[in-house]
């Protein structure tokens, strides 16, 4: 008589393929937004506070424009003069019509740095320009 003998069961240890995928995923996610956030807000730029602040989403045909207390304006954590800006402004009114500026001016900035930024967007005939706030603590 024959007698059958069971197959043992694999045992299927740590799968470390999977696992690496995952990980590689999270790590391009993070290093992702990351760098979205520190490209568009200024760390020494505290934007003045509102009792009605809301939080706004980004949008594709945006930009976020920093002003320091001293007037220097950044853009993409790059320092730019007025002149520079404008050309830039320019070719993005150029190409996108309905393009949106957000100035982000330190609660201590004077205004004449601001109006002087509001007006090279306006000389770029871009119009859609918006004011940064935080909420009210």
Not at 29 to 51: C, M
Not at 83 to 103: G, T
């Amino acid at each position: 008589m024959k007698i059958r003998r069971r197959a043992e069961p694999n045992v299927l240890g740590f799968q470390i393929a999977p696992m690496v995928d995952v990980l590689l995923v999270l790590l391009c996610f993070f290093i992702v937004t990351w760098s979205f956030a520190r490209k568009e807000n200024e760390l020494d730029v505290k934007v003045p506070s509102a009792e009605n602040a809301k939080e706004s989403m980004p949008v594709v045909n945006q930009t976020v424009l920093n002003v320091r207390a001293d007037g220097t304006v950044v853009w993409n954590r790059k320092t730019m003069a007025l002149p520079d800006l404008s050309v830039k402004l320019k070719e993005l009114s150029r190409l996108f019509p309905d393009y949106a500026i957000i100035v982000r001016g330190d609660e201590r900035v004077p205004f004449r740095f601001i109006a002087a930024v509001l007006d090279t967007c306006r000389e770029a005939n871009i119009w859609n320009v918006a004011f940064a706030t935080s909420k009210a603590e």
